[in-house]
């Protein structure tokens, strides 16, 4: 069983009654360790659009490559082995905040076997929720 983080669009929270969830209005990041960021952080950065974590990546291997002649080449490498390696564990987290940024909202975690019942249940959930807000709504505006 994995852990996967839903993030979703302002816009669908606020549209939720009447529409169903699709693969454009939701996220879900599953929490795991991402070798892909720790064997090639700046392409990963790049793939996921996260500017800004790429110039702090570039600025910190800027400055182990100044501290080289103070620390030595064996100690810059294994800090930049020690930092690519967080980048790999804290993937979903630095992922998370990037699109937290660009206004996506956590709606909670999901507990799956793999990305399909992720999304299954995802969107079961949310239907859930969409029929129970329709009733509130029924409920407090009679017809």
């Not at 549209?15 to 996220?27: G, Q, V």
């Not at 002649?69 to 990037?98: D, M, Q």
Request: glycine fraction near 4%; hydrophobic fraction near 50%.
């Amino acid at each position: 069983m994995s852990i996967y983080r839903v993030l979703q669009t302002p816009n669908k929270n606020q549209e939720m009654i009447n529409s169903i969830i699709s693969d454009d209005d939701s996220l879900l990041i599953k929490e795991k360790f991402s070798w892909f960021a720790f064997l090639l952080p700046p392409i990963w950065a790049i793939a996921n659009n996260l500017w800004v974590e790429l110039i702090l990546f570039i600025a910190a291997v800027i400055f182990l490559s100044l501290l080289n002649p103070i620390i030595g080449s064996e100690a810059s490498f294994w800090l930049y082995i020690l930092g690519s390696f967080w980048i790999g564990v804290e993937a979903c987290s630095i992922l998370t905040r990037s699109k937290k940024r660009k206004g996506f909202v956590a709606m909670g975690d999901l507990l799956a076997q793999n990305d399909e019942e992720a999304f299954a249940s995802w969107v079961n959930s949310s239907l859930d929720f969409t029929n129970k807000k329709h009733e509130e709504i029924l409920q407090e505006n009679p017809k």
